[in-house]
C-alpha cells in the first residue's frame, strides 16, 4: 500500500515561513479529501488542516488557523501547507494522509510516510 512522500521541512526561526509538500498517487488525490497531521514529543498525532477534491472545503485545527493555509494541486498529486507566524510550539514532524471528508482526522486511510521535521527557534 502506497505512503505519502512529505517533503519541506527544515528550520525556521520564530515568526518567519515554511512550505510544506506532499505527494501522493492520482488515484489517492482523486478518491480522498487530504490532510495535514502533526506529531510533537510525547504527543500523538494532531490533526491540523485538511482539504476537500479540488481544494472546495478547507477545514482547520484552532492551532493553525489563520496561520497555515493548506492548498492541493490535483493535477500533479501534491498537497501543501503554507506555514507562517511560525511559534516553537509548532516545532515537530508533519505528516499527510488521506481519508473520507468526516472522518479523516481519526481514521486516515494509509499507512503513514516518514514525515518531514520542523523546527522552530525561538
Known amino acids: 500500500q502506497e505512503q505519502p512522500v512529505e517533503s519541506g521541512g527544515g528550520l525556521a526561526q520564530t515568526g518567519g515561513s515554511l512550505r510544506l509538500s506532499c505527494t501522493a498517487s492520482?488515484?489517492?488525490?482523486?478518491?480522498?479529501?487530504m490532510a495535514w497531521f502533526r506529531q510533537t514529543p510525547g504527543t500523538g498525532r494532531e490533526f491540523l488542516a485538511a482539504?476537500?477534491?479540488?481544494?472546495?472545503?478547507?477545514y482547520y485545527a484552532d492551532s493553525v488557523k489563520g496561520r497555515f493555509t493548506i492548498s492541493r494541486h490535483d493535477a500533479n498529486s501534491t498537497l501543501y501547507l503554507q506555514m507562517t507566524a511560525l511559534q516553537p510550539e509548532d516545532t515537530g514532524v508533519y505528516f499527510c494522509?488521506?481519508?473520507?471528508?468526516?472522518?479523516?482526522?481519526?481514521?486516515?486511510?494509509?499507512?503513514w510516510g516518514q514525515g518531514t521535521q520542523v523546527t522552530v527557534s525561538s
Open positions: 494522509n488521506a481519508g473520507d471528508r468526516l472522518t479523516i482526522r481519526s481514521l486516515p486511510k494509509l499507512p
Open positions: 492520482e488515484d489517492t488525490f482523486r478518491r480522498y479529501t
Open positions: 482539504a476537500t477534491w479540488n481544494g472546495v472545503r478547507t
